[in-house]
C-alpha cells in the first residue's frame, strides 16, 4: 500500500511541476521526505484512538503548514489531500516561451526558374527590365509569384544576381536599408544614345547614379516646384483648349474618335512647353502657324517610346550595330533633341541680354520665370538641360498622358463616383467664380482621392528597382549586397490583405485614413511614385496637371465608356490595350435630369 501511496505522490510531483512551478513541487517534495521517515517508523505500533482523533483534526488544518505532532502514518495520508493542499499556494505565472533564432537560409536555395540557368551566357544582352516585360504586362510577373512564392529568384549572367519580390514588409525591408545615393536601373539604350549616338557627357538624370543624381536634385526639385505652383492659371487655360478639341471632334453620339489617345499627347506636350519655356505652342490647335511642326514633334515623342519600349525589351543587339528600330529611335530623338536645343539657345540668348543690360528682376518675376530659365540660373550644364528635358519629356509625358486616361476610364465605367466628384468640384468652383486655383485644388480631396486610387490600380511604372548596398535578410534567406531587386509594386498595390476588394475601383478607401494607419507597411503598398531619395521628381507636376485636366472635364461633360474592359499593357510604363473611345456628354439641364446628377 505504501509502494502505490510513493507512486501516486512522485506523479503528482511532476504534475506539479509541469503546471503550478517550482512553489508546489517544494511543498510535495517535502511532503514525500515525511512519508519516506514514516515508512521507516512503521514498526510503531498504532492505536486506533490516536488515528481516528489525528485523521478528524487534520480536516480541521485549513493549510498544509500545520505542525504534525504524532508519527503515526494515516493521519499524515489525509493531509495530503489535494483539494485541502492547493487553498495555501500561490501559482506563479506561466513560463515564458523560449524563442529560437532561426538562421536564414542560403540565397542559392531561393526558388525560381531553373531553366533559366540555360541562357546564362546570353543574358548580359537582355536588359533588366526587358527580362520582365515577356507580353508587355505583369502578368507573367504574377505567374512567376504564383509558382515560386513571394520571393523568385532570377539567374543572371553574374550568378543569381536578380530578385523579385511584391510583399510590402519586405519591400520595406530594402527601402530602409537604401543608402543616401541609392542605385536602380537605367534605361540602356536612351544611356547609349546620350552616350554614344550624341557624345554627350553624361547618360541623363534618369541614368544618373549616387552623387550626380544628388547634385542634380537639388538644383531642380524646388524650381520645378515653384514653377508647377505658379503656372496653373496656364495650365488651365491649355485645358480649356483641350475641351474645346472635344467638342470639334465628337460625332453624333458625343463619342471622341480612335485616336483620342493622340489628342491628350498634344495636351501632355502643351503643358510641357508651357513649364518649361512659358510660351503656347499650338499643340491642340489644328488652324496655328505651327500646327505642321506640332504634329512632326508629336510623331516623334510617339515613335521613340514606342521604339525605346521595342529596343528594350529582348535581346539588345543593338550594341553591336544600328538595327532598324534602334534607327527609328534614334532618329525620332534627334529631331525632338534639335527642338530642345533652339529653346535652349533662345533662353541662352535672353539671359545674355538680359545681363547686358544690367536688367535686375524682382522677386516676383523671378518666380514666374519658366523653368528652363531656372535651370540656366542654377548653372546647370545645356548638354544635361537637354538630356533632362529629353528624358521628360518621353518618360514624364507620356506617363501622365496615360495615367489619366486611365482615371478617366474608371471615372467613365463609375458614374456613381462621378457623380460624387462633380459635386465636390461644384462646390469648391462656386466659391471662386468657376476658376480652379491652387487653393481650390486643395479643397478637393476626393478628386486626389480618384487620382490615387487609379494610380494604385495602373501606376506609371509597374516595377520599382534597386541595387542592395548591403546584405540583407529577407522571408528567411540571406540576400547579399549587389543583387539587384526588383519590386512588382503593381501586383504590391493589389493585395488583399492591404485593401480590401482590390481590383475594385474604391477612392473612398483613401479618405479614411485612420484605417490604413493600422497597418505598418501600408505606405509601401501603394507607391506609384516610387519611394525615398529617387522618388520621382516629376510627382507634383504630374498630379497637379491630372487635377486640373479631371476637374476641368468632369464640369464640362459627363463621360462614359461603351466597350470591353481596357487594361494595360508594359512599354516601360502602363499604357491602355485599347482605343480610348469616350462618350463627353455635355452637362446641362436635360442632361443632368437623365443622368440624376
Request: charged letters at 25%.
Amino acid at each position: 500500500m505504501m509502494h502505490h501511496l510513493m507512486q501516486s505522490i512522485f506523479i503528482a510531483r511532476d504534475f506539479s511541476l509541469q503546471t503550478y512551478g517550482k512553489c508546489f513541487y517544494r511543498s510535495i517534495t517535502k511532503l514525500t521526505d515525511t512519508l519516506e521517515a514514516a515508512e521507516k517508523r512503521k514498526s510503531v505500533p498504532l492505536i486506533s484512538n490516536d488515528v481516528i482523533t489525528a485523521s478528524m483534526q487534520s480536516h480541521a488544518i485549513p493549510t498544509m503548514n500545520a505542525t504534525v505532532t504524532t508519527t503515526k502514518t494515516m493521519p499524515l495520508v489525509e493531509t495530503a489531500n489535494f483539494d485541502i493542499a492547493t487553498e495555501s499556494f500561490k501559482f506563479p505565472k506561466v513560463i515564458p516561451r523560449v524563442r529560437i533564432e532561426k538562421v536564414p537560409l542560403p540565397f542559392e536555395e531561393i526558388p525560381g526558374p531553373m531553366i533559366l540557368k540555360l541562357w546564362e551566357k546570353y543574358w548580359r544582352y537582355v536588359p533588366l527590365l526587358g527580362r520582365l516585360s515577356w507580353n508587355r504586362n505583369v502578368t507573367p510577373i504574377k505567374y512567376l509569384f504564383d509558382e515560386y512564392g513571394c520571393i523568385v529568384r532570377i539567374n543572371g549572367p553574374l550568378v543569381n544576381d536578380i530578385i523579385m519580390i511584391h510583399r510590402p514588409e519586405h519591400i520595406a525591408e530594402v527601402f530602409n536599408q537604401e543608402s543616401e545615393s541609392p542605385i536602380r536601373s537605367s534605361i540602356d539604350i536612351l544611356q547609349h544614345y546620350h552616350l554614344n549616338h550624341q557624345k554627350y557627357r553624361s547618360a541623363g538624370a534618369f541614368s544618373l547614379e549616387g552623387l550626380e543624381w544628388l547634385e542634380v536634385k537639388k538644383k531642380i526639385n524646388q524650381p520645378l516646384h515653384e514653377t508647377i505652383s505658379d503656372y496653373v492659371g496656364k495650365l488651365d487655360l491649355v485645358c480649356d483648349e483641350l475641351v474645346n478639341k472635344i467638342r470639334n471632334i465628337r460625332n453624333r453620339q458625343d463619342e471622341v474618335p480612335a485616336n483620342f489617345h493622340q489628342e491628350l499627347t498634344a495636351w501632355g506636350m502643351e503643358c510641357f512647353y508651357v513649364t518649361m519655356f512659358n510660351k503656347h505652342f499650338g499643340f491642340l490647335d489644328s488652324t496655328s502657324k505651327s500646327a505642321s511642326e506640332a504634329t512632326k514633334i508629336i510623331n516623334a515623342l510617339i515613335t521613340a517610346h514606342t521604339y525605346m519600349s521595342r529596343c528594350e525589351t529582348g535581346f539588345q543587339v543593338w550594341r553591336f550595330f544600328e538595327t532598324p528600330f534602334a534607327k527609328k529611335l534614334y532618329a525620332a530623338c534627334d529631331f525632338l533633341d534639335e527642338v530642345i536645343g533652339k529653346n535652349i539657345c533662345q533662353t541662352q540668348n535672353k539671359l545674355q541680354a538680359s545681363l547686358l543690360s544690367k536688367q535686375e528682376k524682382s522677386m516676383d518675376e523671378e518666380k514666374n520665370l519658366p523653368l528652363l530659365e531656372k535651370m540656366m540660373i542654377q548653372c546647370i550644364h545645356p548638354n544635361d538641360i537637354s538630356i533632362l528635358l529629353m528624358d521628360m519629356i518621353i518618360l514624364g509625358v507620356q506617363a501622365v498622358i496615360n495615367c489619366e486616361a486611365f482615371l478617366l476610364y474608371f471615372l467613365a465605367k463609375n458614374p456613381r463616383i462621378q457623380k460624387r466628384l462633380y459635386n465636390e468640384i461644384m462646390t469648391v468652383l462656386s466659391k471662386t467664380e468657376h476658376t480652379l486655383t491652387k487653393e481650390s485644388l486643395k479643397d478637393m480631396p476626393y478628386l486626389k482621392a480618384c487620382i490615387k486610387e487609379s494610380l494604385r490600380l495602373r501606376p506609371a511604372f509597374p516595377y520599382l528597382t534597386r541595387l542592395l548596398p548591403t546584405t540583407i535578410s529577407l522571408h528567411g534567406y540571406t540576400i547579399p549586397k549587389g543583387t539587384f531587386v526588383i519590386m512588382a509594386n503593381q501586383i504590391t498595390s493589389q493585395r488583399e490583405e492591404h485593401f480590401e476588394d482590390p481590383e475594385k475601383y474604391q477612392p473612398e478607401r483613401w479618405l479614411n485614413h485612420d484605417e490604413y494607419a493600422r497597418n505598418d507597411y501600408q505606405e509601401y503598398s501603394c507607391l506609384p511614385f516610387g519611394y525615398g531619395i529617387r522618388s520621382c521628381l516629376g510627382k507634383n507636376m504630374a498630379e497637379t496637371q491630372m487635377m486640373l485636366l479631371t476637374a476641368k472635364l468632369i464640369q464640362e461633360f459627363t463621360i462614359e465608356y461603351d466597350y470591353a474592359e481596357i487594361r494595360s499593357r508594359f512599354f516601360m510604363i502602363n499604357v491602355p490595350n485599347r482605343a480610348l473611345r469616350f462618350r463627353f456628354v455635355d452637362r446641362n439641364l436635360k442632361n443632368d435630369k437623365k443622368y440624376g446628377i
